[in-house]
């Protein structure tokens, strides 16, 4: 099926690779053969921690958690690829018109994740968390403040905004932007934009989407196989690296708006800063917000990306400008949140 075969081959070896690596070091380590003298075994399994219950509790939770996880995420992955042509070339929708049925899902998964923190701290059996229930609405008052006032939170706050912004806007433009990459380099060619439905062949979405996942776990695995999350320090520099090429990805595709290899490996760069993102951002919630009141600074971090991404897609317009102007916008947005991350978390 094209090129896009032959990088969805790349990028599965590249990964496979990694996990061979993995593999690999990891049974090294747990040999007690090469083990140095005196080297503690830097990781633990959830049963050795003091709270954890036993391994075939764990064992059992972690079947639940991770079967009705994958499936989830599957039902979600598996239309990632057709949203945007299903409305957009097979009902021949408008492009506001998708923009706005794709904003009605965002707003509902929103929407429901306000409610997990508080719902999931109503179902804890814990007598803390059933006291944190209790509180009057001044402790929330005070969350607010804290936020306010402290500038590493203000700092992952927006760079919450900024990079998983530029993210939920990644998935509704990239069909269209490489469409018109392919349509312009057809035209390059020679051949007529008129004709260019029976002379351009057309974009496999479920490839390309599957290139794209492959290049976030590549992320993903990279960051695990050079331990870059090991502390506070390696997670914000893993970050404010992170930031910096998902700056120059969302700015190559306007830039080099004719070229479909450019913006197709614009795109997959973008990926692999996403599954570079998460591990480094999770590590720096979890040293920075205090547990006691992670759930409601999580949910008030989601504040400013939800209006973000409902305002940039609630007004979508036709055409290639108002797409290039979301690039634009979302690199500059990323290119100030490495400036705050460099101030003060690096």
């Not at 140095?36 to 958690?65: C, H, M, N, T």
């Not at 999931?120 to 804290?146: C, G, I, M």
């Not at 590549?218 to 997670?235: E, I």
Request: charged residues 15%.
């Amino acid at each position: 099926m094209e090129i896009y075969a032959a990088y969805f081959t790349a990028l599965t070896c590249f990964n496979l690779a990694l996990f061979t690596r993995q593999h690999l070091l990891t049974r090294t380590k747990r040999s007690p053969h090469t083990s140095p003298e005196g080297e503690e075994e830097e990781s633990i399994s959830l049963a050795d921690l003091p709270d954890s219950p036993d391994k075939q509790a764990v064992w059992d939770f972690k079947r639940i958690y991770f079967g009705v996880y994958i499936l989830a995420t599957a039902a979600d992955w598996l239309q990632g690829p057709y949203i945007y042509t299903l409305y957009k070339d097979d009902k021949s929708l408008p492009e506001p018109t998708v923009a706005a049925l794709f904003t009605t899902g965002f707003v509902a998964a929103a929407t429901e994740n306000l409610a997990v923190p508080s719902t999931t701290n109503s179902l804890s059996p814990s007598t803390e968390e059933k006291d944190h229930q209790q509180q009057s609405s001044a402790t929330v008052q005070a969350t607010y403040r804290d936020i306010l006032c402290d500038g590493r939170l203000l700092t992952l706050a927006f760079t919450t905004t900024a990079f998983e912004g530029s993210m939920y806007l990644f998935v509704f433009f990239w069909s269209p932007a490489l469409k018109a990459a392919r349509a312009s380099s057809a035209s390059a060619r020679g051949v007529s934009l008129e004709n260019a439905g029976e002379n351009v062949p057309g974009l496999p979405f479920g490839l390309i989407f599957a290139s794209f996942m492959s290049a976030m776990m590549l992320g993903s695995m990279t960051t695990s196989a050079m331990n870059l999350t090991s502390n506070l320090k390696t997670s914000s520099r893993l970050t404010l690296h992170t930031v910096a090429l998902a700056t120059i990805a969302l700015v190559t595709p306007v830039l080099a708006k004719s070229s479909e290899t450019g913006v197709f490996w614009a795109f997959a760069l973008f990926e692999i800063c996403v599954g570079m993102y998460f591990p480094a951002m999770s590590k720096l919630k979890s040293e920075v917000v205090e547990e006691k009141v992670r759930g409601k600074v999580y949910g008030m971090m989601r504040v400013p990306l939800n209006l973000f991404v409902v305002l940039a897609l609630g007004s979508t317009k036709e055409g290639d400008a108002y797409r290039h102007t979301m690039f634009r916008t979302a690199g500059t947005l990323l290119l100030i949140a490495f400036v705050v991350i460099a101030r003060y978390l690096d």
